[in-house]
Every structure is written in C-alpha cells, then in structure tokens.
C-alpha cells in the first residue's frame, strides 16, 4: 500500500513546534551543565518562551486551520497562548531564587514547565477530540510532576498524588463524554460535530445532555470549579509556590479556552441546557470560593479558595456565551495571569529555608518594615477584589456587564455581591500589613529576578486598568472568527 | 443464524463480571488478574469488530506489559489486606446513593437515546475494508491523525522524565551512597 | 466447509502430537547435550541410548505426592502452572511449519491459523507467559518464590522491548504482520539473518531473557533461590512449570526460525525439480531440523556461560539492546529505502 505522507502547514504550529524543540533543548543543556549553574538552565527556558511568543506575533491576525483541519489558528488560540505564554514566563522568574531555596534545583523543572505549556498552546488550538485530550493529558501530567517536585517534602508528595489521582479520573469522565460525542456524530472533529448534531437534529438526544455533563464535569475539575474543586487548596498548599501560581492561571485558562470551543462550536444545539448548567456552577462556584476564603489563616489556602471563586467569574463569560462574554473571558484570564502570579509571588517573598512563609500572620506589620513590597501586595489585592484602578476591575467590569446586556441581570448581581464578599479577606490581609506592628524581624527573599518579575506584575497590573482600551480591542478582535462573519 | 450476538454477549459479560470483581475484591492480586480477564474480554470484543490490531495491542500492551508493571509493584510493596479493606468500607452510604442514582440516570438515558448511529468516518470504514486493519490503522495515524500522533510523542516524553524524575533516588537524599554501591 | 473444519483439526492434532513428543525429549536432550559438554554420560538406562527416558520421568511424576503448602493461595496456586504451560502451546497456531502440502488435490496451508495479526498474537501472548511465573511466585507465599516472581517480571518487561524493537525490523522489510507472508519475503538467500545480523543477535538475547534460559535465569537461579518461583510446587505442578519452560524454548526457536532463519525455505530447493509432495515434505523437515538446531544452541549456550549479576541483566537490557534495537530499525528502514530487499 502506497502511502502519501500530507504537507501540512507548518507555519501555522510554528510556535508548537518553537516550544517543543526548547523543551528538548532545556533537557539536553540541563545535563551537560554543573549543579551549581542550574539557575542557567532556568534563564534558557525564559528566552524559550519569549521566542515562542516572538513566532507567534507574525501569526496575530491570520486565521488557518491546518493537519486536516485538526489544529486552528485564530484569534481565541492566539489571544490565548500570549496568557500561557505570559503566565510561564512570569513562574519561570519568580521560580529561579525560590528552587535554590527549597534545595530542588534542577533543570528537568523548566523542561516540565515548558511541556505543560506546549500543553495548553495546543489545548487552546485544538479542534478536534483526541489532540485536545492528548494535549490535555500533556499539561496535567506535567503539572502532577511538578506538585510534587519538592519530593523530600511530604506536603508536596501528597498535593502531587491528590492532583494526580483526582486528575486522571476525571480525565476519565471527560474521556467518556468525547467517546458518547463520537458515538453520536461519529466524528471526532468539533466543527463537524456541530454540523452533525444540528443535521441530525440531536438537540433532545439524552446521551448528548450526557456528553455534555461528563465534558462540563472533566473541564469544571480544570477550572477548579465548584464541586470539582476539592483538590485546589490542598494541591496548591502543598505545591512548591510558583507551581501553585503556574497552575492557578494556566491549566485554568486553557480549560476555559477548551470549555468555550467545545460548548460553543461543537453544542450550539443544546444552548439552553449547557447554559443552565453553566450558570448553575457559576453562581456555586463565586459564592463557595469567597465563603470559605474567608476562614483561612493560610495565605496559598486562602488564594486558592480565592482562585476558585475568580473561575466562578469567569463562568459568567461563558454562561453569556457571546461575542463580549468571551472577550471578557480572554480578558479576564488576561489580568488574572498578571495579579494572581502577582499575589503568589508574595509568598514567594516571604519563603525562607525550612519555613514557607504561608501564615496570614507572618504578614503583620509588613508595611512599617518592607514599604515597596507592601505596596505591590496591595495593588494585587486591590486587582483581585476588583476594585478601580486595577486591571481587576476592568476585567469585573467587562464580564458583569456583558451578564446585564445579555440579560443575565442576577448573575451579575450575584457577581458584584460575591466581589464585595471578597474584599473581606483581601483586606484583613492588608490590614494586618498596614494596621498591626511586627510581630518579629520580617525577611525578604529578595532576588533581581523576583523583584523584576513582581515589577512587571505591578505595572501590568495597573496599566490594564489606567489605560485598558487597547487589551480590550485585542480581545474583541480575537473573537471575530467564531462570531465574526 | 447469527452466532456473533451469543459470543458478544458472552464477551461482555464476562468484561462486566470481571470489572466488578475488580471493584469488589479485597485481594489486589485478584483484582489484578481481574483486570487482566477484563482486557482479554474486550479485546475478544475489539476482534469481533473486524479490529485485530487494537484487539492485538490491547492484549500485548494493557495485559502483557502494564499489568505485568502493577503486579511487579504489588509482589514489591506487599500491600497489607488489611489496609485494602478499611479502605473499602470507609465509602459513606451517601457516595452508594449518589452512585446508584447516577447508574439509574445513565441506563436511562443511554437506552432512551440513540447511540446506534454508524460511527468511523467515510474514509476509515472505506480503508479498512480495502486492507487489513493494521495497515488502515498505520495509514490514519500517519495521515488524518498526524498531528495527534506527534502530541502522543510529546506526552510520553514529559511522562517518562516526570516518572524518572520523581522516582530517581539523589546522591545526597540517599546519604553519599554511590551508584556502585547501590546495584 | 466440513472438509476445511477437519484438515484443521488433524493440522492441529499432528502439530500438538509433534510438539509435545518433542518437548517431552527435549529434556533428554539437554541432560545428554549437558552431560556431553562436561564429559559425562547422562542417562542412558532407561531404553536405548536413554530414549524412553522422558517417559520414565513422567511416570515418576505422575506417582509423586502431590503437596499443596498449608500456606499458600490455593486458587492461584493451581492456576500459575497452567497459565506458564498455555501461551508457550497456543503461540504455536500461528507459526508456518512448510509451505503447502499437496494432497488429495488441494493445496493444504501448513500454518494452522493464517492471522492477518499473526505477528502481534505471537507478541501477545510471549507476554503473557511471564503471569505463570509471577503468580507462582506470589501465591507460594514463600520469598525465594516471590523474589523469583519479582525478578522474572522486570525482567521480562525490560526484555520484551527490545524483542519487539528489534523485530520491527523484520516487519518493515517483510511489510506484513502474517507469519506465512515473513517467511516468504526470505526466498533464496535473503535470511533475514544474513540481512540484519544485528536485528538477530538482539532478538536472540532477548529470547533467551524471555524464555528465562541461561544466562538469563535470574528468577530461578538455584544457588540463591533454590528454585525461584516454583520452589513449593512438587509432582506433577513442577512437571508442568519444567514442560513450560521447554515448551516456552520450542517455541521461541520455531519463532527464531520463522522470523530470521527462513523458517521452511531452503535456498533454492523449488529449482531443483522436485515433485511437489517431496518438495513440500522436504521443507517440513527442514523447518524442523532448523529448529533443532536453535534448541541445540540454547542448550549448548546453558551449559557454556555463566549467570548474569542482577544489574549487569538490567543494564544489558536497557542500556545496550534496547539503543540497538532503535537503531537497526533505522538500519532496515534503509535496507527498504536502498531496495536492498
């Protein structure tokens, strides 16, 4: 049998193909250079991904599909993989110091973080079943090896475990629901799945609203939804900090991303029933997250909880489910990659050897010692609690208000009660910053790495909120191919 | 008369049997054997699909190689019994409810909706019966699924250097103990 | 319909019949061969030359006590030995013995399954091979048992990677997964032992590894486990486990055969005018003796080399065979790409 081998586009994976041969790169230098230098390796790895992002400018503004109409180029991928992108090189900064700290200094840290990455740059591009699950189990077994990175420490093996054995169970529902769309279409790819669905008229199929449940539940554990978010504040207590950044951003943009693909290109016929669910998890998920935030005295407890409820916000985009709901989506996971690596840079800060640094507590009186630090930690709970001049409240504004155009007036109320909840324990950690006298001698874990990346956290931060117009122009530019004509 | 629907059934029961005594069992070794009867049970059925490649791989790589692994792991850490059955005990009667409703709710609406629409593309149902199914396969894999295929590649790489990652043993975590001394 | 049904039966009664009168002296073989090599005897009591000396022993096994420990897991217990004796029987089905034998005006195929996956079947099931070992070593509950299980598992795993790797190259220049198909592609002179000698040698190691032969046979090494895994069983269990393991040699040279030897081909028999039942026949009985020869040098080899360390096993296998197998796929892949074949 004679084989024709097809040419595909490759320009089109350019970025993929960047990232995958520097993640190799990342691994072959990490054996050829001396323990003492690994922080060299981690420096290979920033560049990597600043010349993945530099392949993938050119491609702003096309819009391709390519390997027989598997892997798409469009706005929504692209917008995406810039937050990936962002969000890895951030972690990568604020991790270099941190691995000395915790005494796991190896270069197969970086090369991890790169393949998660590639991950979700697929994720986000993916337009069909089995690369999105694939590409899926890419970035969550990346993920898992790096929970548990710390391996002589015991919270860190068992956030590693946790994350790994919930993880691939639901990896099993999601599985069963893209077996059941097969079945259905006997298609694997999401635009003829649509097509399908609505030639056959499947609308009131119950295997469909099956599909969609096990789809909503294996992506909701992604997001850290609610009640799929059991894991969040043990995993990210017990992860080393930048990974519990790293996976409080990323893994969650890019379930947003697929979420979003696949409700919308694949099951426009069921609108109203993956809406209604949607909303439903929305609504649990910000009250649930703010609620139990509230009573943490563990500051990476606390951000996680926090990190749930702001997925809760970020559902209402997708309940709206329109050309702005998605774009505030993009825009939200946007700002959320810059204050929410920004809040956990923080305990980065605050690590020192043998003690993380992670009591609400240990924070009291840091304004009288470290004013500047104090400031940064303000600015990013300011963001996070959503309140004006922060990218924060741009991002809270878009999505509440693409609720009301669309209708959804008690989801944004719900929104905005839920916020006001929020600035609760955002501020009694200010206020122990500000309000109360040291308790002991404060030490920061100052790096030049560190403090750069919490600079361009701070600056992001707020930049988006002074001036958001052209952030906001992007992300509706990025919607046009699924909306546009 | 149509000998192939008694053997599907027979197959299938004997999957579902052996998945629960997977479940149910308290010794894990039987459970592991389970198992390894479950695999058989649904590559029988993959070869009465006309499938003898997945069917073949199913066998060689899910019986012969993983299963082999996790019974190298059980004879190694010597699970105790009687940790495996506090283990089964501790479900709270709300996780049967939930589970049963939720049984209750597929059957109903698996039998309620119809799944019986041909699956497989135009394309894979038209090579495979040209060829045999391993050529079709190979032929989709490095075609159609190309790219899947690579990410494949990709994902077992990172798995492989996480694995070896997290289980390698340092010098200094094994107190200065040499590789030479070690083997 | 009926006819076709009933050449296979007898197909499998005659392949069956063989094969166990050959595993049966096989173990005559190697205690004469092993007594040759160190300048003995061996047994030549029982019958002339020893020949009935195979039945001696089954008797004897047969009338032996047949202790089941108190202690170990009964059910698994009496399964292991069954599980080691089947996949070495069943592997057989697939593997070509001649080409066809003509014969009251048909053409009989001399391969009682042709499987268009015969190739992956006989994969399949080597792997399965290692269960028998490893639930004997298990449900012993004795530790030179489990030690011995433990051991034939990784080993076994380690090694069947760089069997299969090293067997990719067959398939790509045969480009066909049916046994019958393999053997054909090495008309004439093209053995694919002659084509890829590497391909064969790493192949060879990994079957000796798999068949738990000398110097691969860590999970039985008596100095250190008395008898590994199948220390508890007695009477006719052990028997079973000892058919096992010849019954595992039998087949894994009638694989060698196939795959790299010609399996029935003689070069350039077909030319030399033979008539077609003699010429068929002739095939036959050099599939057969080809075989005895690779049995000969499995237990030539037994009774030449030492035992393997442990690490010394596990490095070879993943270290050295494994690398090299990658590479002879390149290597055949150029063989294809250079029509050399």
Not at chain 1, 3 to 22: D, G, K, Q, S
Not at chain 1, 149 to 162: G, L, N, P, Q, W
Not at chain 3, 300 to 315: A, G, I, K, S
Request: a positive charge; hydrophobic letters at 60%; glycine letters at 8%.
């Amino acid at each position: 049998m004679e084989l024709t081998l097809p040419i595909p586009n490759l320009r089109a994976i350019m970025p993929e193909l960047v990232m995958t041969f520097w993640a190799c790169l990342v691994l072959v230098v990490d054996v050829l250079i001396s323990k003492e230098r690994k922080t060299w390796v981690g420096y290979l790895a920033l560049v990597g991904t600043l010349v993945t992002m530099a392949f993938t400018l050119p491609l702003l503004g096309t819009r391709t599909s390519t390997f027989s109409n598997m892997f798409l180029v469009d706005g929504v991928a692209l917008f995406f993989k810039f937050i990936f992108l962002l969000a890895t090189a951030l972690v990568i900064l604020v991790s270099l110091r941190y691995l000395d700290i915790e005494g796991v200094n190896l270069g197969e840290y970086y090369a991890m973080i790169l393949f998660a990455t590639l991950g979700m740059m697929i994720m986000a591009a993916g337009n069909e079943l089995i690369t999105i699950y694939l590409s899926l189990e890419l970035m969550v077994i990346s993920t898992y090896v790096l929970c548990g990175f710390i391996r002589r420490d015991r919270r860190s093996t068992e956030a590693a475990v946790k994350y790994f054995l919930l993880g691939i169970f639901t990896s099993a529902i999601l599985l069963y629901g893209m077996a059941l769309l097969y079945g259905l279409t006997g298609t694997t790819n999401l635009t003829e799945i649509g097509r399908a669905l609505q030639a056959k008229n499947l609308g009131a199929n119950p295997a469909l609203l099956l599909a969609m449940i096990f789809l909503a539940a294996g992506l909701g554990f992604k997001v850290a939804a609610v009640p799929f978010h059991m894991y969040v504040p043990d995993v990210y207590e017990g992860s080393p900090t930048p990974i519990a950044a790293f996976i409080s951003v990323g893994p969650k943009a890019a379930g947003f991303a697929v979420l979003a693909r696949l409700f919308l290109v694949s099951l426009p016929a069921i609108r109203p029933q993956w809406g209604t669910l949607l909303w439903v998890l929305c609504v649990m998920t910000m009250t649930l997250g703010n609620l139990v935030a509230m009573k943490q005295s563990n500051i990476k407890r606390m951000l996680a909880y926090s990190s749930i409820a702001h997925a809760g916000y970020v559902l209402i985009g997708l309940v709206v489910a329109n050309e702005i709901g998605l774009a505030s989506v993009v825009l939200y996971m946007f700002v959320y990659a810059f204050m929410n690596i920004g809040a956990f840079s923080m305990v980065i800060l605050m690590c020192k050897r043998g003690d993380r640094g992670e009591r609400i507590e240990d924070f009291r009186g840091l304004a009288r010692s470290h004013p500047w630090a104090a400031i940064a930690f303000l600015v990013f709970f300011l963001s996070l609690a959503g309140i004006p001049p922060t990218g924060g409240f741009i991002g809270k504004f878009y999505l509440f208000s693409a609720a009301i155009q669309a209708n959804y007036v008690w989801l944004a109320v719900i929104g905005v009660a839920n916020s006001a909840l929020s600035v609760y324990y955002y501020f009694r950690v200010t206020m122990l910053m500000y309000m109360s006298d040291p308790s002991g001698e404060i030490r920061l874990t100052l790096s030049p790495s560190l403090v750069f990346a919490l600079a361009v956290m701070v600056i992001g931060t707020l930049a988006i909120g002074l001036y958001p117009s052209p952030l906001i122009a992007a992300a509706r530019a990025s919607m046009a191919p699924i909306f546009g004509p | 008369m149509d000998l192939s629907f008694l053997f599907f059934y027979l197959f299938a029961a004997v999957a579902v049997g052996a998945a629960l005594v997977v479940v149910l069992n308290r010794n894990i070794l039987h459970c592991a054997m389970a198992l390894v009867l479950m695999f058989f049970a649904i590559a029988a059925l993959f070869l009465m699909l006309g499938a003898e490649f997945i069917a073949a791989v199913q066998v060689l790589v899910y019986a012969g190689a993983i299963m082999v692994l996790f019974l190298f792991v059980i004879l190694l850490i010597q699970i105790d019994r009687v940790q495996m059955l506090r283990f089964a005990h501790r479900q709270s009667p709300l996780v049967v409810i939930i589970a049963v409703l939720l049984l209750a709710e597929l059957l109903y609406m698996i039998i309620r909706g119809t799944l019986g629409i041909a699956p497989g593309g135009a394309d894979a149902a038209a090579a495979g019966a040209a060829s045999g199914s391993t050529e079709a396969f190979g032929a989709l894999l490095y075609t159609t699924y190309l790219f899947p295929f690579e990410v494949a590649s990709v994902l077992l790489l990172a798995a492989m250097i996480g694995a070896i990652l997290l289980a390698r043993l340092d010098k200094e975590e094994v107190g200065g103990v040499s590789r030479q001394d070690m083997s | 319909m009926m006819t076709d049904l009933l050449i296979t039966i007898v197909k499998i009664l005659v392949v069956f019949g063989v094969y166990l009168t050959m595993v049966a002296y096989l173990s005559l073989v190697e205690r004469r061969v092993s007594a040759f090599i160190q300048d003995r005897r061996g047994p030549n009591r029982v019958g002339p030359f020893g020949l009935l000396q195979p039945l001696a022993d089954g008797l004897k096994f047969m009338f032996k006590e047949d202790l089941i420990p108190h202690y170990v897991n009964r059910p698994v217990y009496l399964l292991a030995p069954l599980v080691a004796l089947v996949p070495a029987f069943i592997t057989m089905a697939v593997i070509p013995f001649g080409n066809t034998l003509p014969l009251f005006g048909r053409d009989i195929p001399l391969v009682i399954a042709n499987v268009n996956i015969g190739f992956l079947y006989i994969f399949a099931l080597t792997s399965m091979g290692v269960y028998g070992v490893v639930l004997a070593g298990w449900s012993s509950n004795s530790k030179y048992s489990l030690i011995g299980g433990l051991r034939a598992s990784a080993q076994m795993i380690s090694y069947e990677l760089s069997l299969g790797l090293a067997a990719v190259g067959v398939l790509i220049v045969a480009g066909s997964l049916r046994l019958p198909d393999i053997v054909a592609a090495q008309s004439g002179l093209r053995w694919n032992f002659w084509m890829q000698p590497l391909g064969f040698i790493i192949f060879l190691i990994a079957v000796f590894a798999e068949t738990n032969r000398l110097p691969f046979d860590l999970p039985e090494a008596e100095p250190e486990l008395v008898g590994g895994y199948h220390t508890e069983y007695s009477s006719m269990k052990f028997a079973m486990f000892f058919m096992a393991e010849y019954a595992n040699m039998l087949t894994a040279s009638a694989v060698v055969v196939s795959l790299y030897l010609g399996g029935w081909q003689v070069p350039y028999l077909e030319q030399a005018g033979l008539p077609p039942l003699l010429l068929s026949l002739a095939q036959v009985l050099a599939f057969v003796l080809k075989v005895g020869v690779m049995l000969f040098f499995f237990v030539w080899v037994r009774w030449t080399l030492p035992r393997f360390r442990y690490d010394q096993l596990m490095r070879l296998g993943w270290k050295i065979t494994l690398p090299l197998a990658i590479l002879n796929i390149f290597y055949s892949g150029y063989l294809v790409v250079a029509k050399w074949v």
